[in-house]
């Protein structure tokens, strides 16, 4: 994705810009990791899955949440 848009943007920006401009970018994803993911260091699967309200179905491998559950049943 940065290859084929660094020259347009160096073209566009200039080089200082661009690279401001993918600081930012990056910056953003931080935010969003520390903002939107939750830590699941020291938890089980079942765990996590339970904090999401997610369970993977044995059988089938598919991930399906609790309302897709009683919506099958």
């Known amino acids: 994705m940065i290859r ?3 020259l347009s943007l160096t073209n566009a920006l200039g080089v ?4 401001w401009l993918f600081a930012a970018i990056n910056a953003l994803a931080v935010l969003f990791v520390f903002r939107c993911i939750p ?3 020291g938890r089980s699967l079942e765990e996590i899955e339970a904090a999401r309200g997610t369970y993977r179905d044995a059988l089938s491998g598919t991930v399906m949440n ?8």
């Open 4 to 6: 084929p848009t660094t």
């Open 16 to 19: 200082c810009g661009t690279l």
């Open 39 to 41: 830590e699941t260091r």
């Open 66 to 73: 609790h309302c897709e559950e009683e919506a099958s049943s």
